[in-house]
């Protein structure tokens, strides 16, 4: 009788899942597990649901319990999968072992993300050759050169690892405050003296690798102030239309994953110019990718004060709009653009050269002395060829 009811339970949260009712899904799943179900889908489904909340912990112990019922491959491959959400990458390869030979090839990814982590780069390599026509297989292969040059003691996992193992993308970061941060919205208004901070950081690397560049280019409101402003700094001319054979370095200010990145650049690369592209911002819209800029300043949601059209972007603080905790209310502003882009670009000038010392800039620059393998670093190289 008692199973009957548990069994009961677990329908119903199955149906208030299938109708995106998840708190009601969660009350029945728990519900039959409270019961102690003899058979590992409410387990299963409830340990579902906490780890895509990050509740990896419970996650596992519900797995524990499902697995007990017998050799499931859908309980172990979850097991797996939380095992190495939880850093668990022996355990989490054992699991994946299991369930590696049942065809699905993205099975045999994961064991070879489990490998990687590990450390064991010649296995994960010929674990992911067996499926190497599967994209994702494709992109680790990719970065296996990058991934040795880490060992198995250091974590992976980080923003900056990640855009240099799967982008080639040099992370350059910014100072972190000055600006309107919300955290739990992952939003960051970039100031003149962030952009100061990246600009300069920029400006280093170019005089440690001697880049050099026939011009500077990026057009439009958005864009247009921080390429006037990096040639002033660099002391290179603007190039108002694309030109055959050009060295040129595109500047933007925030810039919305590969797609737009491509448009930015098409124009001139279509011309048969060579493109670096500097981007003091950029929210990303997928995994890291090779298409997107070659450095950056700020990774997550973010705005430039003089360019403000996203909602996010536009949040002002409003005494009459409800508080969250210690954050004064924020109500939706209108869209802003500045048409004064001479005005912006002389306040990122003045911002750079007002800057101070920059405690950060040797770590950041020094982590890509260990780790040069990103795209930027091929400039000139096809010169000294």
Sequence with gaps: MIQQLARKHFERGRQFELQERIPEAIEAYRRACDMQATFPEPYLALARIEATRGRHEEALALLDTAAGFGDDPQVIEWRAYVNGRLRRFEDALADYRQVVDGGDPHVRVNLGRMLLALGRYDEAAAELKKVEEDESAKQLLDALPRYREFGADRRVDDLRTVRYLFGGTVVLGTLGDG?????????????????????????????????????????????????????????????????????????????????????????????????????????????????????????????????????????????????????????VGPAFVDPNGARVAQELVEAYAARGADGQAEGILGWYRQHPQVRAFRWGQEDEG
């Excluded at 059209?309 to 905790?325: F, H, I, N, T």
């Design 179 to 331: 600006g309107l941060r919300l955290v739990g919205s992952r939003y960051l208004l970039l100031t003149p003296r962030h952009a100061a901070s990246t600009i300069g950081r920029f400006v280093a690397l170019v005089r440690r690798r001697k880049w050099t560049f026939d011009g500077v280019v990026g057009q439009g409101a958005h864009h247009g102030p921080v390429a006037d402003a990096v040639a002033r700094i660099l002391g290179v001319p603007r190039l108002p239309t694309p030109e055959a054979g050009a060295r040129v370095l595109l500047c933007s200010a925030v810039v919305k994953g590969p797609v737009e990145a491509a448009s930015l650049s098409r124009p001139w690369r279509e011309a048969g110019a060579r493109v670096m592209h500097l981007a003091l911002g950029l929210v990303p819209t997928g995994d890291p990718t090779p298409k997107e800029p070659d450095l950056v300043g700020f990774v997550n949601r973010c705005a430039v004060p003089w360019y403000r059209v996203e909602p996010y972007a536009r949040l002002e603080r409003d005494p009459d709009a409800p508080q969250d905790g210690d954050w004064p209310g924020f109500s």
